[in-house]
Structures are given as structure tokens and as C-alpha cells.
């Protein structure tokens, strides 16, 4: 039975090639690696780090955009911020779409993250009330709850050092439910277990690449029971879990919300600006428009603030740097706040290092080409599928020498402030109007994260039995890219830091 099925869909894959040869005169691509008949390059398609991969054929094609085809679908990947600011920047109106996956998006319940939506209106109205919010003018609202995160995150790492990578993640996820619902959630909170699974659901689908429901759509219309239907009874699965991480901090927010006893917080605001009466699609408007802070915000936090560990291991002599200016700007009688900011360009250049260094989504999520397109004399048609590759626009030696060394002295002046002459890692968060519009936001956190932690602890190397445990630079390499787990400890730095910390947490208890 899976014989025939096989050669059917063999047969109609030729069919379908054959006609596109036959429909469409040659064009001229951008360079890459030549195909197979029927497949093209399917084989080639990376589905592990493929930021290096793309990377090294920009490099061996001599091209800024290298291009493959799979099963008739076009794949472009852009790898250097030139070709990225033409394109994605310049050409908006084409560029700003995002691929759409029936088994991603519509089977598995993903449709609901609005940033992953069509160029629409919908999107543009998820994207006007989440600006109006989170922007830049209004980000410092933000500051006291973030603040409060990150002393908590400190007596954490305190009292269980060992545990940090689970500390960091209470602590992006608190204060995502904090701002988002104005949850005050404490370590061990279900709502936080809730990200995690969902998030990985995203993260498993994008490992495993294009499903057969992709290229023949109609296969969404086979019952979960039938042989073959695997992917069914999968994203069903999926499917519950993403709905549970949208739908139930909602329901219990509009449940307080009812009673009269609901905090301030952006769905609160969202709530109290509606002039609408609230209907089922104006609930699952709202509801997905906060529920992708909610997943979107904390995973990549956690990858970035690990990754900031990560280099502290490694590189101890920029902890030294970075604690005298924290002893000289802040003291050692409190910690950091937001309002220490300008006066810390040694920890904003380790937070723009960090991003730069290994950035949590190496390759941008995809766009889709809306028309066909001309770019340096190369065609690139309508509904494509390119990616934006942030990894190798921050490892061009050009603009960052020595890119795999992490170097936060690169952003400073030999005076100690912060170069203007060197780009700061902006493509980090996307490209063109589906860049991140949480950025600002996520650059706070990761800020106060960089303060609190260098202000008031040494991180080292763990010890083992037979001394100090090696670390090693290795990320995980799929879509949400973060350091492979590793050990480290975290020692009060000076006498007093111990009280310091234990002090400030309790004023938030």
C-alpha cells in the first residue's frame, strides 16, 4: 500500500515538474547549488544550522542572495544587511509577507501567533495596539516589572546556583504574565510550564521541514484514523497545547476582569480602550494578539539571556571590565535600575555583544515574495519563500572583525562610551515591518539581566570532581537557537551582596 502511494505521488511530483518546465521560460536565479530533476533541492535544503550553510555559499557563489528549489518551491536566503535593507526595507510591498504551512499553521494552531500571520489588515492592527504599548515612547511603563523579575532571578540564583538555565526561564516567563496579564507568578507556576511545551511544538515542526500536507493541501481532509494520517494525530496534539498557552491566561485575566479585581496590565488596557462589545472574534483577536507576547517573548529572552551565561563562563576577563564600571557608576550599596542605563556603556556593549555573538533566531523567521521581483539582474518570483540571515550579516568580518570571538570592547570608543561607527545588531530582530516590534522591550530585559547578575555575583566555570568543568561554544541548531546545556556557578562577588540581594527581593514579596 505505501509502495503505491509512494510512486503516486512520485508520479503526480513529475507531472507537476513538467508542467512548471513547460509553463515558464528559464530565468536567471541567484546562484546556488544545482538540483536534480523533479526534486530539485530538496537534499540540499538544510535543516540544521542552516545559517552556516547558507553563509558558506554566499561565500563560495560570491553572492549576497543564494537560491535553491525543492518540489517547485523557490529558496533565497539573504546574507548580507545590504542586500536584507534593499529588499526587506526598500521593497516592502513585496517582501513583507510570511510563508504560511498548512500543517504549522492551520493544522497545529500556530495561525494564532499574529506575528507569524499574513501582510494583512488583521496583522496590521495586531501590530498598531501592540506599538502603541511596547513602543519606544512607552517601554519604560515596563521597567518596575522587569526590575522586580530580575531581583527575584538573583535570590534564585542565590540559593540554587546549579539551576540557573530553569531560573532564567521563570524569570522571562514572569514577567511576560506579569506585563501581559499581570499575573504575579512565583517559581514552580503552571502558567510559566505552559510556554515550554507549546513553544517546542513550533520549534519540532520546523525541524522536520516541508510535510506532504504542504505540497498536496488536500491531505488535511483524511481522518485522523486512516493509515498514513500520522501528521493528523500529531497536530492535534499540537494543537492543544498551543490553544492551552493562548486561551487560559486570557480566560483567567477576563475572569478578574469581570469580578473588578483585575490589575493594570496590557490586556487590561487592551480591554478598557475597546469600544467594541466583546464577541467571540473580537476574544480571539485579543486573545491571540497577548498570547504571542506571551510565547514569543520569553523563549527568545531565555535563548539570549543563557547565551549571555554562556560567555561569562568563557570569558571571565570581561566580567572584571564590566564590574568596575558597575562599582564605580552604581556601587555596591544597590543594585541597578533602568535609570543607570546611560551611564553603563560597558553593559549595553555586552547586551549588544551577546546578540550579535549568537542571536536566538539565526535565520529570521520566512518571508513570502507577494510578486515576482528583480534583484542585481536575478528573478525571484512571486511566493517565494526567503530568508533574512541574521548569523551571517553579524559575522561579516567586515563590519565586526574576529565575529566568532565574543568582544563587547568592539561597540566602545577607547574612551569607554558607545561607537556610533559600528552597526549595532538591529538584524538580530528581523527585517523590514515584520521586524520584532518587542525589541525595545527585549533589549530592557536583557539589560537589567546584564547589570543585576555582573553587580552582584562572579560567574564561573562549576566545579567537578576533577576541578573546573570545561564549556564549550555549542548552540542547538534549529530555528530557536540557544547554548546546548551546560554548568555554571554563580558566587556572591563581594561581602554584603548576599544581604544585597536577599534585601531587595523581599521588598517584592
Known amino acids: 500500500m505505501l509502495l503505491y502511494i509512494s510512486t503516486a505521488v512520485l508520479a503526480l511530483l513529475a507531472l507537476a515538474w513538467t508542467y512548471t518546465s513547460l509553463q515558464h521560460p528559464r530565468r536567471k536565479y541567484p546562484p546556488g547549488p544545482k538540483g536534480l530533476p523533479i526534486v530539485g533541492n530538496l537534499f540540499d535544503v538544510p535543516m540544521k544550522n542552516g545559517w552556516i550553510t547558507f553563509c558558506d555559499w554566499s561565500r563560495r557563489y560570491n553572492s549576497d542572495v543564494v537560491h535553491v528549489e525543492a518540489l517547485g518551491k523557490h529558496i533565497y536566503a539573504v546574507n548580507s544587511a545590504q542586500a536584507a535593507k534593499d529588499l526587506f526595507d526598500g521593497r516592502p510591498q513585496i517582501y513583507s509577507d510570511k510563508e504560511q504551512s498548512v500543517m504549522t499553521h492551520e493544522l497545529s494552531g500556530w495561525r494564532r501567533a499574529w506575528a507569524l500571520s499574513p501582510f494583512d489588515d488583521v496583522w496590521r492592527e495586531h501590530r498598531r495596539l501592540f506599538h502603541k504599548h511596547f513602543g519606544p515612547g512607552v517601554a519604560s511603563r515596563h521597567h518596575h516589572k522587569q526590575e522586580k523579575a530580575m531581583r527575584r532571578l538573583l535570590l534564585l540564583l542565590l540559593d540554587a546556583p546549579e539551576d540557573f538555565s530553569a531560573h532564567i526561564r521563570y524569570a522571562a516567563g514572569s514577567v511576560i504574565l506579569d506585563v501581559v496579564y499581570a499575573f504575579d507568578a512565583l517559581p514552580g507556576d503552571v502558567r510559566i510550564g505552559q510556554i515550554e511545551p507549546a513553544v517546542q511544538t513550533f520549534t519540532a515542526l520546523m525541524e522536520t521541514g516541508v510535510y506532504l500536507v504542504d505540497v498536496f493541501p488536500i491531505l488535511k481532509y483524511i481522518p485522523a484514523w486512516f493509515p498514513g494520517a500520522q501528521f493528523k494525530r500529531q497536530a492535534a496534539q499540537y494543537k492543544h497545547l498551543v490553544d492551552v498557552m493562548f486561551k487560559a491566561p486570557y480566560e483567567q485575566f477576563k475572569a478578574a476582569w469581570a469580578k473588578g479585581v483585575a490589575q493594570p496590565c496590557f490586556l487590561g488596557s487592551l480591554l478598557g480602550d475597546s469600544e467594541m462589545a466583546l464577541d467571540?472574534?473580537?476574544?480571539?483577536?485579543?486573545?491571540?494578539?497577548?498570547?504571542t507576547v506571551y510565547a514569543a517573548g520569553s523563549d527568545t529572552t531565555v535563548a539570549a539571556m543563557n547565551t549571555f551565561v554562556l560567555a561569562m563562563v568563557m570569558y571571565p576577563e570581561v566580567q572584571t571590565y564590566v564590574q568596575e564600571e558597575l562599582d564605580r557608576v552604581v556601587g555596591r550599596d544597590h543594585l541597578p535600575t533602568m535609570s543607570d542605563r546611560e551611564r553603563l556603556p560597558r553593559v549595553m556593549a555586552i547586551v549588544h555583544?551577546?546578540?550579535?555573538?549568537?542571536?536566538?533566531?539565526?535565520?529570521?523567521?520566512?518571508?513570502?515574495?507577494?510578486?515576482?521581483?528583480?534583484?542585481?539582474?536575478?528573478?525571484?518570483?512571486?511566493?517565494?519563500?526567503?530568508?533574512?540571515?541574521s548569523w551571517a550579516m553579524l559575522h561579516d568580518p567586515a563590519t565586526y572583525p574576529a565575529p566568532h570571538t565574543f568582544d563587547p570592547k568592539?561597540?566602545?570608543?577607547?574612551?569607554?562610551?558607545?561607537?556610533?561607527?559600528?552597526?549595532?545588531?538591529?538584524?538580530v530582530f528581523g527585517f523590514g515591518r515584520r521586524a520584532c516590534p518587542g525589541r525595545y522591550f527585549a533589549v530592557d530585559m536583557l539589560f537589567?539581566?546584564?547589570?543585576?547578575?555582573?553587580?552582584?555575583?562572579?560567574?564561573?566555570?562549576?566545579?567537578?570532581?576533577?576541578?573546573?568543568?570545561?564549556?564549550?561554544?555549542?548552540?542547538?541548531?534549529?530555528?530557536?537557537?540557544?547554548?546546548?546545556?551546560?554548568r555554571a556557578h554563580f558566587w556572591p562577588?563581594?561581602?554584603?551582596?548576599?544581604?544585597?540581594?536577599?534585601?531587595?527581593a523581599a521588598a517584592d514579596m
Open 280 to 291: 467571540y472574534e473580537r476574544e480571539d483577536f485579543l486573545t491571540n494578539l497577548t498570547g
Open 493 to 504: 562577588r563581594f561581602d554584603g551582596a548576599e544581604e544585597l540581594i536577599r534585601s531587595a
Open 410 to 427: 568592539r561597540f566602545l570608543t577607547r574612551s569607554g562610551v558607545l561607537r556610533d561607527d559600528v552597526p549595532l545588531p538591529t538584524e
Open 353 to 389: 555583544e551577546v546578540l550579535r555573538w549568537h542571536p536566538p533566531l539565526p535565520l529570521a523567521t520566512p518571508h513570502r515574495t507577494m510578486s515576482d521581483d528583480v534583484y542585481n539582474g536575478r528573478f525571484i518570483p512571486s511566493g517565494s519563500v526567503i530568508f533574512g540571515n
Open 448 to 486: 537589567l539581566a546584564v547589570a543585576h547578575i555582573l553587580a552582584v555575583f562572579a560567574v564561573e566555570r562549576a566545579k567537578g570532581a576533577r576541578g573546573p568543568v570545561d564549556v564549550k561554544e555549542e548552540f542547538t541548531p534549529y530555528v530557536l537557537s540557544l547554548p546546548k546545556p551546560f
